[in-house]
């Protein structure tokens, strides 16, 4: 099982900063089969991102996705009231598995 | 528009069985493959079990191999987990999601409003 760890657990920031969350793989993914995710309180998560760096439809610019082998970003250039939330990466290069989540809360 | 709606959640005893359903609708049900994606109260997601688009290659978590069966309906555009032998720690919320691929499981694009499992006797 590839084990994905997510830092930092928390992030505290405001409006207008930037974020920078990472997520590292156990062993490395083939074809950067690395999705990242976003969950509100009471809600499902919604696909941001894919294939490492694709975004997914009707995700807005300011997200973000880099990295290959084990070692991967997600970028939030400017944080909007809207965007506080749990961020999850996943794999899909074997089983998938989810990333224990980095939470971005209002400073 | 894409929807997802699951159903057959409740409250079972340990070693008791529960069907889930998800029905699809909003995009060409046959081209995708499906998964069950489930959530434990406080944790992140765990994965499940995936079915291809033709549903003839099915996959499984190793924490619910041989215990739970996942199937699809084409001609209904209804996706199903029996989940049999459930123990405590199956309780959570239970996500059908559509798989943005066609044959094994990978990223998924759409997502249903949950079903709730609750393993308690």
């Known amino acids: 099982e590839i084990v994905l760890t997510q830092s930092p657990g928390t992030l505290s920031l405001s409006p207008g900063e930037r974020a920078t969350l990472s997520c590292r793989a156990s062993q490395s993914l083939s074809s950067s089969y690395l999705a990242w995710y976003q969950q509100k309180p009471g809600q499902a998560p919604r696909l941001l991102i894919y294939g490492a760096s694709s975004r997914a439809t009707g995700i807005p610019d300011r997200f973000s996705g880099s990295g290959s082998g084990t070692d991967f970003t997600l970028t939030i250039s400017r944080l909007e009231p809207e965007d506080f939330a749990v961020f999850y990466c996943?794999?899909?290069?074997?089983?998938?598995?989810f990333g224990q989540g980095t939470k971005v809360e209002l400073k | 528009e894409v929807q997802l709606l699951e159903s057959g959640g409740g409250l079972v005893q340990p070693g008791g069985s529960l069907r889930l359903s998800c029905v699809a609708s909003?995009?060409?049900?046959?081209?995708?493959?499906m998964n069950w994606v489930r959530q434990a109260p406080g944790q992140g997601p765990e994965w499940v079990s995936a079915?291809?688009?033709?549903?003839?290659?099915?996959y499984y978590a190793d924490s619910v191999k041989g215990r739970f069966t996942i199937s699809r309906d084409n001609s209904k555009n209804t996706l199903y987990l029996q989940m049999s032998s459930l123990r405590v720690e199956d309780t959570a919320v239970y996500y059908c999601a559509k798989d943005r691929w066609s044959t094994k499981p990978a990223h998924f694009d759409y997502w249903g409003q949950g079903t709730l499992v609750t393993v308690s006797s």
């Open positions: 079915v291809s688009g033709s549903g003839e290659s099915t």
């Open positions: 996943q794999q899909y290069g074997s089983s998938p598995t």
């Open positions: 909003g995009f060409t049900f046959n081209n995708y493959g």
